[in-house]
């Protein structure tokens, strides 16, 4: 709260000095080194990110950059980059909150004694612990998104860009995910651990997008009609286990009548295993049986197999569609 109640009395102060400014404008003529007055359209800017800060729903920090970014640019006031560096610092642009509170302990001189001990403390706690990343596009145009991937709470994301050659920014220790999108091109990922006091570097290679991967909106064409070559070898394969039934089935009824001729009303030659030749036809009877169940069944399935493949229609295919480039809008960070 106190570099919130800080923030907004940097504001406030700015504007009343530039008020002033304009007051004094009115009287006098001004001295050839004072600054350009502020224009309307600057104030605008400046006073929408106050409000921004001041939102009863909830401070918008990053809108608000924006807003005081264009406010600086239109006006190239000092006073403002007070109010950058602070919302940048908040925003973990710490890169760009260096920036901007150096240049503003340096150029602003009328700063509140216990505001400037407060923005030196600032400034140590992010020269010692801003990760420094130098990122290289091959296409220009690009924009780079940075995702800090935080050990508990929500991602972390800013926007770089658009990136012509090569940038180089401060960002918050931590896991970084940083990808470099261009319309028209594959999106670029790469991950990187960034450690306080580090230097990073990472150059991007965008290509066009791969066109043999499906889409959606997918076109549909015909293919050829389903082959018979399943159902033909699923019949085959049940004739053949009627047809090994029908052997076997032989064997067994050959030992049956077999054990009727030498064993005549029940009487065996003594030379004769009765059990043994039993026991064998037995097998028999039930090998026969089995070869008989499965190769029925397995003749019914590939003549029903065969019959829905020869009754339906060509089945679709699907066809990619011209690939779809991913594209980051129109956003900016300055307006």
Same mark, same amino acid.
């Given at each position: 709260?106190?570099?919130i109640?800080?923030?907004?009395?940097?504001?406030?102060a700015?504007?009343?000095?530039?008020?002033?400014?304009?007051?004094?404008?009115?009287?006098?003529?001004?001295a050839?080194?004072?600054?350009p007055?502020?224009?309307?359209q600057?104030r605008?800017?400046f006073?929408?990110?106050?409000?921004l800060?001041?939102?009863p729903?909830?401070?918008?920090?990053?809108?608000?950059y924006?807003q005081?970014?264009?406010?600086?640019e239109?006006s190239?006031?000092?006073?403002?980059l007070?109010?950058m560096?602070?919302c940048a610092?908040?925003? !973990?642009?710490?890169?760009e909150?260096?920036d901007?509170?150096s240049?503003y302990?340096?150029?602003?001189a009328?700063?509140?004694?216990?505001?400037?001990?407060?923005?030196?403390?600032?400034?140590?706690?992010?020269t010692v612990?801003?990760?420094r990343?130098?990122?290289?596009?091959? !296409?220009?145009?690009?924009?780079?998104?940075d995702?800090?991937?935080?050990?508990?709470?929500a991602?972390?994301?800013?926007?770089?860009?658009?990136?012509?050659?090569?940038?180089?920014?401060?960002v918050?220790?931590?896991?970084?995910?940083?990808t470099a999108?261009?319309?028209?091109?594959e999106?670029?990922?790469?991950?990187?651990?960034?450690?306080?006091?580090?230097?990073?570097k990472?150059?991007?290679v965008?290509r066009?997008?791969?066109?043999?991967?499906?889409?959606?909106?997918?076109?549909?064409?015909?293919? !050829?009609?389903?082959?018979?070559t399943?159902?033909?070898v699923?019949?085959s394969?049940?004739a053949?286990?009627?047809?090994?039934g029908?052997?076997?089935?032989?064997v067994?009824?050959?030992k049956t009548?077999?054990?009727?001729?030498?064993?005549k009303?029940?009487?065996?030659?003594?030379?004769?295993?009765?059990?043994? !030749?039993?026991?064998?036809?037995?097998?028999?009877?039930?090998?026969?049986?089995?070869?008989?169940?499965l190769?029925?069944?397995?003749?019914?399935?590939?003549?029903?197999w065969?019959?829905?493949?020869?009754t339906?229609?060509p089945?679709?295919k699907a066809?990619?569609a011209?690939?779809?480039?991913?594209?980051?809008g129109?956003?900016?960070?300055a307006?």
């Amino acid at each position: 709260m106190r570099r919130i109640r800080r923030g907004v009395a940097v504001l406030a102060a700015a504007i009343v000095l530039s008020g002033s400014s304009f007051a004094a404008a009115q009287e006098e003529p001004p001295a050839p080194a004072s600054p350009p007055a502020i224009s309307d359209q600057a104030r605008q800017h400046f006073n929408a990110g106050v409000a921004l800060l001041q939102d009863p729903e909830g401070e918008k920090v990053e809108e608000a950059y924006r807003q005081f970014r264009t406010a600086y640019e239109l006006s190239g006031s000092p006073k403002i980059l007070g109010n950058m560096g602070f919302c940048a610092m908040r925003l !973990e642009r710490d890169g760009e909150a260096i920036d901007a509170y150096s240049r503003y302990l340096r150029e602003v001189a009328d700063i509140d004694t216990e505001e400037r001990a407060q923005i030196v403390r600032d400034l140590q706690t992010l020269t010692v612990g801003v990760a420094r990343i130098t990122i290289e596009v091959n !296409e220009p145009g690009a924009m780079i998104l940075d995702e800090r991937v935080p050990v508990r709470g929500a991602r972390v994301t800013n926007a770089y860009g658009p990136v012509n050659g090569k940038i180089e920014i401060g960002v918050r220790p931590g896991h970084h995910v940083f990808t470099a999108k261009l319309a028209g091109r594959e999106d670029a990922p790469w991950e990187v651990e960034a450690y306080a006091g580090g230097k990073e570097k990472h150059a991007f290679v965008l290509r066009e997008p791969s066109r043999a991967t499906p889409a959606s909106g997918m076109m549909t064409v015909r293919d !050829e009609k389903p082959s018979m070559t399943g159902p033909i070898v699923t019949v085959s394969a049940g004739a053949a286990m009627l047809i090994a039934g029908g052997i076997t089935g032989i064997v067994a009824l050959n030992k049956t009548n077999d054990i009727a001729d030498r064993c005549k009303n029940d009487v065996c030659p003594r030379t004769f295993d009765l059990d043994g !030749e039993r026991s064998s036809a037995r097998t028999f009877v039930g090998v026969t049986d089995l070869l008989v169940v499965l190769g029925t069944v397995t003749v019914l399935g590939g003549l029903y197999w065969g019959y829905r493949v020869s009754t339906s229609s060509p089945e679709p295919k699907a066809a990619p569609a011209p690939a779809k480039a991913s594209f980051l809008g129109d956003w900016r960070l300055a307006l």
